[in-house]
């Protein structure tokens, strides 16, 4: 702690040199070994001698020489930085594929669990820049304004993907188009934007605040160890998942929702009640569903689909599958709906929300 930096610096530089000589002493003159070898002892000698200035003389006289040998060219900073770069990728991916993987909440079938992406229209301006650029990093919120330029109808909405989490779209009107940070469904959804509409000259089309869906980091270790737990937010892919299409450029989509049905477990829906083998199944999240409590934003379990549309109608999870349901059961599209999962498209299992920074931040429950 107390050590001189030069020191430090000398010491650093003398077993630097002994090892330069250990891999070199088969390719160097005997010349240089001997200068070398030679630099290396006199610094060795001033180090135990603790003398300050042959400290400072011997380490320069021996940098100098190991520079000479062996120059730093361009090639050799290109290379290092580009090492550094490719390991860091190397292990990005590594963790991505075997550990931690994070994906964005798209629609609202989790909520008020997890949270879609959702908007809220409003007829005032948006606030000032610096507090839509605060918004924006803590509470994933970004503002859209689209103002019809001349008298039109829209034709359409089509999706705009720019890398894996920001989605525009493009309306599409008859004389005129317009660009905005917003998914299609949010604007048909919450803004009432649909294909059709007419506006005139001056008319808000789109006009509010977009809350980004929670970004969340999906365990995908865990799973190659121990089953699944029934209440798990677990993530899956939807291959071969009769009644849900592959994107033609992303392929199958994920989905997350809260595992309810384990391998031979017999499903039935009593509102506001989920039953497992006959039982309300145990656990927080879906005590509070089914309390449906009101202004918690849980209504409770809705009978409805192809395979429980009432009460006495029961389902039984197939060996080697999962039975997936979103908390916001009345507007989930889940196994009610195509049936079980495949054991081998699970994913992994809901760890915690990295951002946006709002009162879901932390562990998934």
């Not at 829209?154 to 004389?175: A, D, H, L, M």
């Not at 017999?266 to 199944?281: A, K, V």
């Not at 927080?284 to 918690?296: D, I």
Request: hydrophobic fraction near 35%; aromatic fraction near 12%.
């Amino acid at each position: 702690m107390f050590t001189p930096r030069y020191v430090k610096h000398s010491k650093l530089l003398l077993r630097h040199g002994q090892k330069y000589l250990r891999y070199k002493k088969d390719v160097l003159a005997d010349a240089e070994r001997e200068d070398i070898q030679s630099s290396i002892d006199g610094l060795s000698e001033a180090l135990r001698a603790r003398n300050a200035d042959e400290i400072k003389s011997h380490s320069a006289a021996l940098d100098g020489k190991l520079h000479k040998l062996t120059p730093v060219t361009w090639e050799a900073h290109w290379r290092e930085n580009c090492e550094v770069i490719l390991v860091a990728i190397i292990v990005a991916v590594g963790i991505r594929s075997y550990f931690l993987q994070p994906f964005k909440i798209p629609t609202g079938s989790m909520q008020p669990t997890l949270n879609g992406i959702i908007g809220h229209p409003r007829s005032e301006p948006a606030p000032n820049v610096v507090q839509q650029v605060a918004e924006f990093f803590i509470l994933g919120r970004n503002y859209i304004d689209v103002v019809a330029k001349e008298d039109d109808r829209v034709v359409q909405i089509v999706p705009k993907k720019f890398g894996f989490f920001f989605t525009f779209s493009r309306i599409e009107c008859g004389r005129r188009s317009y660009l905005v940070y917003c998914p299609p469904e949010t604007l048909k959804a919450d803004f009432r934007v649909t294909p059709g509409s007419m506006y005139k000259r001056g008319d808000i089309i789109a006009r509010g605040a977009v809350d980004t869906g929670d970004q969340v980091f999906v365990d995908k270790f865990s799973y190659n160890f121990v089953k699944p737990s029934r209440g798990d937010v677990f993530v899956f892919r939807t291959t071969d998942v009769a009644g849900i299409p592959s994107d033609p450029q992303s392929g199958a989509p994920f989905y997350i929702k809260r595992l309810t049905g384990l391998p031979s477990d017999n499903m039935q829906i009593d509102p506001p009640r989920l039953l497992i083998n006959g039982e309300p199944p145990e656990g927080l999240g879906f005590s509070r569903v089914m309390a449906a409590e009101e202004g918690s934003g849980y209504r409770g379990y809705a009978a409805t689909g192809m395979y429980m549309t009432d009460p006495t109608q029961t389902y039984t999870v197939p060996p080697a599958h999962y039975f997936a349901m979103g908390d916001n059961s009345y507007n989930s599209y889940d196994s009610r709906y195509w049936g079980a999962v495949p054991e081998e498209n699970l994913v992994g299992r809901g760890l915690l929300v990295y951002w946006p920074f709002n009162r879901h931040w932390g562990l998934i429950r």
